[in-house]
């Protein structure tokens, strides 16, 4: 016999349980409401010490956010009306603070709090949780394992193969010059630095830089950056369910699986050349392992070594980080460079002091071009690679001023606003690279200055990429000249890293050899 229960459920009629369902359905969404009131009223109480810019009530900052190519000159604009930082709304349920100083950037980078769930999700399923996006104990064993893949002995012997990188890009360039058409940088530097990481971090003997077959790996991080980027900014991606079903999302995730075969092409040929035992041998007898010996070699204290899981993850967020970060670097270096003529030629005057008729660079080398230098942290000053950076609050914060935000606040600390302070910097979008000259640099604050980030989380590659950036800085204004586009002024964007909308446009001549006045010659001569 059926229970009563049941008997009574039985016995409704059709419109009964039409009209249960819509109670139902009625009483979530009124649950949903109450949820989305709630978040809301959490987030005004948290923001209202800090006056920002003029909302609207329905999409906040949105219609200013997705202005592309815009962004930048918004954030700046607010960072010098409203001091420390200003919140930044994308409707009525997203909100962080922008941290626009470098009294309250010195707070939040003293801890330790982890990345920004609502922004870094939408990397993960490209890069893994690897060193980039980890929190807690994990990110702690981690950053301790890799550590010492960056160890300057470990370092040393890669600056010929930076330099041997870039004399391959230059010698493509030579190719170019014949067609007096601007070069566009960030794709030829792009294939220069994945080639210097994959030769120097990973063992690979890469031809990516003349095989066109390995362009696809380059084009996809265009287009994985560019889809994330694309995600963030509209609200209706940030559903997966929807993402994933739409063009965008079969784009991403056509890009995801050509970067994938790429770093697996990569593990798979390390793993077999190690079942060598003459390759074993030679690891060995190494003082320190390089980057990925030291994941494939990596064991625990119960003599675990690294899940395939966190193996793909580190190398996809070290394939990535390793190249594309110090290419935005290199790229605005030399736009600087060919903008600004008269440090150009000071800083070749240096370079061929010291390399005299040698066409490639040593370790002992990197610390002799001090005006070279001080025009690279200049350029990384106006054009950070990474222009921010997004936390969660582990815990409440109090800053310098006596306002607090509490635990779960959303920040992003903008280095791109930081660097262009007027309360750090005289005439800060003057390019004048004697702002870092020791004198100079003396009483200037710490965290003024923040290319690779500070703190325990600062960028663990930062001496890898400045050895490169030296590298092709030195060996291009050696071998060219480089002129402006004026009609190609590029359009900047954060796409991950510092990118530009049109492209990074430059001219470039050759420097006749042994000739001492620097006369450039075209390609027709």
Request: glycine content about 4%; hydrophobic content about 35%; charged content about 25%.
């Amino acid at each position: 016999a059926l229970s009563p229960l049941l008997s009574s459920v039985l016995s409704l009629s059709v419109t009964n349980l039409c009209q249960w369902a819509a109670s139902l359905f009625g009483l979530y969404v009124l649950y949903k409401i109450t949820r989305f009131y709630m978040r809301w009223r959490e987030l005004v109480t948290a923001f209202q010490p800090f006056p920002g810019p003029p909302c609207h009530w329905l999409y906040g900052n949105a219609h200013e956010f997705l202005k592309i190519g815009k962004d930048l000159d918004y954030a700046l604009h607010w960072a010098q009306t409203y001091t420390y930082g200003f919140p930044l709304w994308l409707g009525n349920f997203y909100a962080w603070l922008v941290v626009t100083h470098p009294d309250y950037a010195k707070a939040i980078l003293a801890r330790q709090d982890p990345k920004d769930d609502a922004a870094y999700r939408f990397i993960v399923p490209w890069i893994g949780e690897g060193l980039l996006v980890l929190s807690g104990p994990k990110w702690f064993q981690h950053r301790r394992l890799l550590t010492p893949g960056f160890h300057y002995d470990v370092l040393k012997p890669y600056v010929r193969l930076m330099a041997d990188c870039t004399k391959i890009m230059l010698d493509k360039w030579e190719q170019l010059i014949p067609d007096k058409k601007p070069v566009e940088l960030f794709h030829h530097v792009s294939l220069m630095t994945l080639d210097t990481i994959m030769k120097c971090a990973f063992s690979y003997q890469s031809n990516c830089q003349t095989d066109r077959s390995d362009n696809d790996y380059i084009k996809a991080v265009y287009q994985l950056s560019y889809q994330v980027d694309h995600r963030f900014r509209n609200f209706i991606y940030h559903n997966d369910f929807i993402y994933y079903l739409s063009p965008q999302g079969l784009r991403f995730r056509k890009a995801q699986r050509i970067a994938h075969q790429h770093t697996d092409k990569v593990i798979k040929q390390r793993k077999e050349l190690l079942k060598c035992e003459k390759e074993l041998n030679k690891i060995s007898q190494k003082r320190h392992l390089d980057f990925l010996d030291i994941l494939l070699c990596a064991k625990d204290e119960n003599g675990q070594g690294l899940s395939d899981k966190d193996l793909r993850a580190e190398v996809d967020t070290f394939m990535f980080e390793g190249h594309d970060t110090t290419a935005s670097g290199i790229s605005w270096i030399f736009y600087c460079m060919a903008k600004y003529p008269e440090h150009q030629e000071k800083c070749r005057e240096e370079i061929r002091e010291l390399l005299g008729d040698r066409d490639t660079m040593e370790w002992d080398d990197l610390g002799k071009i001090p005006y070279t230098t001080m025009c690279i942290k200049e350029s990384l000053r106006l054009y950070p690679p990474v222009p921010g950076i997004a936390k969660k609050l582990s815990k409440s914060i109090t800053f310098c001023d006596g306002r607090s935000l509490p635990e779960g606040s959303l920040i992003i600390l903008s280095i791109y606003c930081i660097n262009r302070s007027t309360s750090c910097w005289k005439d800060p979008e003057v390019f004048d690279p004697l702002r870092f000259s020791s004198e100079n640099s003396s009483d200037r604050h710490p965290h003024a200055f923040l290319p690779f980030s500070a703190g325990a989380r600062n960028c663990i590659g930062q001496n890898f990429a400045m050895n490169e950036m030296k590298v092709a800085v030195a060996l291009t204004l050696q071998r060219f000249q480089l002129l402006p586009d004026p009609e190609n002024e590029p359009v900047k964007i954060p796409q991950i890293v510092l990118r530009s909308l049109n492209g990074i446009h430059i001219n470039v001549k050759k420097i006749k050899k042994n000739c001492m006045d620097n006369t450039p010659v075209d390609g027709s001569e």
